[in-house]
């Protein structure tokens, strides 16, 4: 009960949190999230096709497989919201062609009486919702199977489809999308591309100004990460009660000595003067972190601290995490191409990349259990990768690999050594040395692209060695949550500000005559920056002033959304010294830049995945769907339209379908008519993959997303690896069993660790949970 | 004085079949009135009628004086009388503060961008949660790991936190270890002090004659009789539920057989 007394229960009850319950940092929160294990997933499969295939990793490579993607997770979103509310829509996939056919046989002359697409379009619309009224209404009313009505609209449509089309045009393939009247209007929505060869600001003038250079996004996403790892503190940690003046001192020099080795590394060139710039930077960053660590956070208790992992299980993990290291130092030295040919045939490549994965999957798991805070960093950090060498180069992307496993490595073997002498400097100076070394590796190249990387790299190594070092100095894991900040209006305003700039930039371009997508992008990326900004400015701001309380969940905040940002940037826009890089001014001055093709369904895929984030975790149709799917008959006893509600998922669904079919007609301006058949199980397993449960009620729209990421970058990878495409499924299979595994073990480990008695209690973690929660009715009685 | 509640001679039938005849019974604020009846002695028929679910046929149902019928669940939830099912009407894969404002979250922002108001809702479940003396150690845990007593305690204090002033438990004890039991009845008696008229229905005496007021003993869809507490003693009401007049009968007859 409540009044349990501890030895530390102020600290707590000040915090106002409840001493029973051991503070969740938001890693923690992460991995009880249903979507880690796609997320993992994800993570480790781009990994792998990014270290077998070159262009896999570049811009070309991920429009290609978001691509896939997208056509998938737009209908697996809501498939899975459909799926929490415990209901299945077999007719999903054949709808998406049903839809196609409806509009092209509408709006086309049949008989000398065409419609034009204007009211074609808005007709299929109309269609597609009525039948989605149709299967919720049928399953509602009957209370059968979803399974079994919808298995009947699946085969109604696909009959239809066929003879519809049989009848009309005599053909199995209905075409001439574009001669149908108002084609110009809606190809300009559906059939909207973005070519992502222009530069985020128009002005060319302006690309050389350091702004809008690489610099930029690489210091953004810099920045984002230290502020994630500093807000990470602050949400883990305890606060000092009285500041520490002599570690600000400390700090404050840090930040003086990075600035100097900042400054030198951007006005000389040559090897040696990278190097001293950046051992300047990495001290000077270092003892930043770590004074100001040791200035604003309590000393460890661990006194609270549950079971350890025995030394020799970090003793394993740290040599095998060195082997790695070793192996990627010894790539990195012989070869200075961008793929890693000497490894021998695809097998070589492929058990190192698997290597790569498992040792960072290793090290996230490892985390869960023990929860030593250093370990969960290194593991995201390695898991955040993908994002990092989407600002630099491959080589340099080794570096940070590099430098992280073999940080993990020297963490794992001195927490070994820990058991008899802790000391965080030594381990400090330890990390140190190994980015010196790493520097050093590559410090060999004088070219200037390459010392910006190196500059990012190491930065961002010293950063992950602070972070981890101190974090294992600082580790009172189990301290109280600082109540929640109330940061929900400044946000709001934020949010406000960033729409609004969103629509001015939006109508600017529009009004210049550039496209839709184009408008909606350029829109969208500056009114994020608009909203960025002043969040960060004005969050740091007020954190200076007040010493609030939400410091932690602002920085996490900021950083989420700074890596976002420089991510999205990369992805979308050509930066300065790219453009100069990689166009060529032909005979007529005009400049030709090499096109990759964004289709709007990426948008819309990404724009469904946020909304139906949104809608299932923080309103109250959310509520309501996983109500439904987890106790119908609770939800409807009190009070919850669950008819309603579940008709609803159904016209969500066929609504989504609809925008699909829109999307693939207009791609193809012909159709087959039995396009979309049998894609109901793809939107299934991809939602399943997600971290969806098949029973309903529990779930995530994201991990659908996800899911569909994880199969367009296997179905297309394949073809980049030039891998034989026959093996496709198998692997496609293995992995998606795989994620699901993943999924299920994470879960229950995480469901577990937080208890402070789950640590005495008997593992019944081991035994893979599909819904963990049941599991543990019982064994925690007041 | 009009009663708060008041049922004179309700009665449910489903075609020829009798489910229910004549229950007739008080109920009060800062009262409980007890509810017994074996296995299909129309206790769950009795509640339904109550609750909305079913509309009694004959009878009349009187609420602050006015004849009433309750033609669904929202019906009568919104005349103050909320239900707490033996099943508890709970989402076990949600978490506590989920199932807590399930149907009736509080919502902030302007739509189209409403959603709920998360951090309000948790803090309110917490407190609620511990104005019955649970406290809870995360409202974000689902409920499907909480205890059977807590579960209960859950839906109690949503019942009560939504306004409830007639709340009717549904066999809370009979999933219940004894230790549990008595935490659920103190719930009970702290729901009472809390001015709510409690209808708590159960099949076993020793459980409701602590707690009662008034009680109702049903069997085999009739009323036996309606008893305020100070008319029964916790034996009579035993042998009332162990087969009431048929058993008493059985007794006399051994007695007078003993003495003669």
């Known amino acids: ?782 | 004085m009009t009663d708060f509640l008041e049922l004179k001679g309700i009665s449910k039938f489903y075609g020829n079949i009798i489910a229910l005849t004549g229950v007739t019974t008080t109920v009060n604020p800062g009262e409980v009135t007890c509810v017994l009846g074996d296995n299909g002695a129309g206790k769950s028929t009795f509640i339904k009628i109550l609750a909305g679910v079913h509309q009694h046929d004959a009878g009349d149902l009187l609420l602050e004086g006015a004849n009433v019928k309750f033609a669904s669940p929202r019906e009568a939830l919104s005349a103050g009388i909320a239900t707490v099912y033996q099943d508890l009407a709970m989402v076990p894969l949600m978490s506590v503060w989920r199932n807590f404002f399930l149907g009736q979250e509080p919502k902030t922002g302007v739509w189209p961008f409403r959603q709920i108001d998360i951090d309000k809702a948790k803090m309110i479940a917490k407190e609620e949660m511990a104005k019955m003396g649970i406290d809870i150690r995360d409202t974000e845990q689902s409920v499907g790991t909480l205890s059977g007593g807590e579960r209960q305690s859950v839906a109690i204090a949503r019942a009560s936190y939504f306004g409830a002033r007639v709340l009717i438990l549904d066999e809370p004890t009979s999933a219940l270890g004894v230790k549990q039991s008595g935490v659920v009845l103190r719930r009970i008696v702290e729901a009472r002090d809390q001015g709510l008229a409690v209808i708590f229905i159960t099949h076993n005496p020793n459980h409701a004659y602590p707690v009662g007021d008034r009680f109702v003993i049903l069997q085999r869809g009739q009323s036996l009789g309606n008893w305020a507490k100070d008319e029964l003693t916790q034996s009579e009401l035993t042998q009332l539920m162990a087969g009431g007049a048929e058993l008493e009968e059985l007794q006399h007859e051994l007695a007078e057989a003993g003495s003669s």
Request: aromatic share 10%; proline share 3%; charged share 10%.
């Open chain 1, 1 to 782: 009960m409540a009044d349990t007394t501890t030895d530390k229960p102020a600290a707590a009850a000040e915090a106002g949190g409840d001493e029973r319950l051991a503070h969740r940092g938001p890693i923690q929160t992460l991995l009880t999230r249903p979507e880690i294990g796609a997320l993992m997933g994800a993570v480790g499969v781009w990994l792998l096709f990014w270290l077998v295939s070159a262009p896999f990793g570049t811009v070309g490579g991920t429009a290609n497989f978001l691509d896939v993607a997208a056509y998938l997770g737009l209908m697996a979103v809501p498939v899975a919201l459909l799926m929490i509310g415990g209901e299945f829509d077999l007719s999903s996939g054949a709808m998406t062609g049903a839809t196609a056919l409806i509009a092209i046989l509408l709006a086309n002359d049949i008989n000398g009486a065409g419609l034009g697409l204007h009211i074609a379009v808005p007709l299929s619309l109309a269609f597609a919702l009525a039948i989605g009224w149709f299967n919720g209404t049928l399953v509602e009313k009957t209370s059968l199977p979803s399974f079994i009505v919808t298995l009947g609209t699946f085969f109604m449509l696909i009959g239809a489809k066929l003879g519809f089309s049989k009848l009309f045009t005599n053909k199995v393939l209905v075409e001439g999308l574009d001669e149908a009247e108002g084609y110009e209007f809606w190809n300009g929505i559906f059939g909207a591309e973005w070519l992502r060869n222009s530069h985020l600001w128009d002005v060319r003038s302006w690309s050389n100004l350091w702004l809008v250079r690489d610099e930029m996004w690489a210091l953004l996403l810099i920045g984002g990460i230290a502020a994630l790892m500093v807000g990470t503190f602050e949400l883990t940690y305890a606060r000092r009660p009285a500041p520490n003046p002599a570690a600000m001192v400390v700090a404050a020099a840090g930040v003086v000595v990075a600035l100097v080795g900042f400054i030198s590394l951007l006005a000389q060139d040559g090897s040696a003067s990278n190097w001293i710039g950046g051992i300047l930077v990495t001290v000077g960053v270092l003892a930043a972190v770590a004074g100001w660590c040791r200035s604003r956070y309590e000393a460890p208790d661990r006194s609270g601290r549950g079971a350890q992992a025995q030394w020799w299980q970090y003793l394993i993990g740290g040599v095998a995490a060195l082997v790695v290291a070793m192996v990627v130092a010894l790539a990195m030295d012989a070869t200075d191409s961008s793929q890693l040919g000497y490894l021998g045939g695809g097998i070589g490549k492929f058990v190192f990349a698997l290597g790569i994965a498992a040792v960072g999957a290793l090290a996230v798991v490892a985390a869960l259990g023990r929860v030593t805070p250093g370990y969960p960093v290194i593991g995201a950090v390695l898991v955040a990768l993908p994002a990092i060498s989407f600002l630099v180069t491959v080589q340099a992307a080794r570096v940070i690999l590099f430098g992280g496993l073999a940080l993990l490595g020297i963490m794992l073997l001195w927490s070994t050594a820990r058991r008899v002498q802790p000391a965080v400097w030594v381990s400090l100076a330890i990390s140190l040395a190994i980015v010196v070394l790493a520097f050093f590796i590559q410090s060999e190249s004088a070219s200037r692209k390459l010392r910006v990387e190196l500059f990012t790299v190491l930065l961002l190594v010293a950063l992950l060695m602070a972070a981890s070092a101190v974090a294992r100095y600082l580790s009172a894991i189990r301290t109280a949550a600082p109540p929640p900040p109330q940061f929900g209006r400044w946000m709001q305003l934020c949010g406000a500000l960033g729409v609004a700039s969103f629509v001015v930039f939006a109508v600017i371009e529009l009004a210049d005559g550039d496209g839709l997508l184009y408008a909606l992008l350029t829109g969208a990326a500056k009114g994020g920056i608009v909203a960025f900004v002043a969040y960060a400015v004005g969050t740091v701001g007020r954190t200076l002033m007040t010493g609030d309380e939400g410091v932690g969940r602002a920085l996490v905040s900021v950083g989420i959304g700074a890596v976002l940002l420089s991510v999205a940037a990369r992805l979308l826009f050509v930066t300065g010294s790219e453009l100069e890089k990689i166009c060529t001014v032909g005979t007529d001055g005009e400049m030709r830049c090499p096109q990759t093709q964004f289709g709007v369904v990426v948008l819309s895929f990404l724009i469904f995945a946020a909304v139906g984030s949104w809608l299932l975790m923080r309103t109250q149709f959310g509520s309501w769907i996983m109500a439904v799917g987890g106790n119908k008959d609770a939800a409807r006893s009190v009070g919850v339209p669950a008819a309603r509600t579940k008709t609803t998922l159904f016209m969500m669904v066929s609504g989504a379908a609809w925008i699909t079919g829109m999307l693939i007609a207009f791609r193809l301006t012909a159709v087959q008519a039995n396009v979309g058949d049998g894609n109901e199980f793809r939107y299934i397993i991809v939602a399943v993959v997600g971290g969806n449960l098949l029973t309903g009620g529990y779930g995530s729209a994201l991990g659908a997303g996800i899911g569909a990421v994880i199969w367009g970058m296997i179905s297309q990878g394949i073809g980049f690896a030039q891998w034989n495409s026959d093996w496709r499924f198998l692997v496609l299979g293995a992995l998606l069993l795989v994620a699901v595994l993943v999924n299920n073990y994470v879960r229950g480990r995480a469901e577990k660790a937080p208890t402070a008695s789950g640590a005495a209690k008997p593992d019944r973690a081991e035994i893979a949970i599909v819904v963990p929660s049941e599991s543990d009715s019982g064994s925690k009685g007041d």
